[in-house]
Structures are given as structure tokens and as C-alpha cells.
Nanobody, 123 residues
Framework: QVQLVESGGGLVQPGGSLRLSCAAS????????MGWYRQAPGKERELVAV???????NYADSVKGRFTISRDNANNTVYLQMNSLKAEDTAVYYC?????????????????WGQGTQVTVSS
């Protein structure tokens, strides 16, 4: 089982910055892709950014140039640096990890989610 613990959310004014962190712990063979998703009130959960173990990343168009995802493989931690925040970035942000674990003598990929952290952008 894998536990994801997020931190770094809060209230920030438009134009401000926040840095989210998500640390994975528990039993797993290896963490592959890690990512951030968000869900605003009344909307579906959407991908914000994802990064694979080798460092390649992808971003939602709405955050390109403002958000940066990074990871520390040694500590199984993923970060999301959010700059130039806008009111429309307000949402609960969730961390997701794809972890390899042994099942029936073979490695399988399992998805794990964090509990979410609130980001509110308001003046």
C-alpha cells in the first residue's frame, strides 16, 4: 500500500505563488509517473501536470508557462511550483502516483491518490 501526503496549499492573492509537495511512502517496488490534478467546485477533476520518472513532463494548456512540476526520485516526492496564480486556479489539488508493486509473482501498476489540498486564489 502507498500513502501520499500533500502539503503547501493555502490562500494567496492573484499573481502570487505557492509550492505544493507530495511525498509517497509505504511498500512499493518503484514509483513511475507522478502528477497533480485539481477539482474546482461543480467541475470535474482535471489533469494539471504529470512527470515521469525520467523527468519528462506534460502540462494542461491553462497552466503552461506558470506552473512547474518536478520530482525527487530518491525521496519519492513530487512538487508543483505555481506562479502567477489566477482566481480560476482555485481548486482542491490532488497528488497521484503510479506505483509498481508485486502481485502474483509479477509487477503491476497501481494508482494512488492523496487526500487533496485546498488552493484558494483571492484578493
Amino acid at each position: 500500500q502507498v500513502q501520499l501526503v500533500e502539503s503547501g496549499g493555502g490562500l494567496v492573492q492573484p499573481g502570487g505563488s505557492l509550492r505544493l509537495s507530495c511525498a509517497a511512502s509505504g511498500r512499493f517496488f518503484r514509483i513511475n509517473a507522478m502528477g497533480w490534478y485539481r477539482q474546482a467546485p461543480g467541475k470535474e477533476r482535471e489533469l494539471v501536470a504529470v512527470i515521469i520518472r525520467g523527468g519528462s513532463s506534460n502540462y494542461a494548456d491553462s497552466v503552461k508557462g506558470r506552473f512547474t512540476i518536478s520530482r525527487d526520485n530518491a525521496n519519492n516526492t513530487v512538487y508543483l511550483q505555481m506562479n502567477s496564480l489566477k482566481a480560476e486556479d482555485t481548486a482542491v489539488y490532488y497528488c497521484k502516483a503510479d506505483a509498481l508493486n508485486w502481485m502474483a509473482a509479477s509487477l503491476r501498476t497501481f494508482e494512488y491518490w492523496g487526500q487533496g489540498t485546498q488552493v484558494t486564489v483571492s484578493s
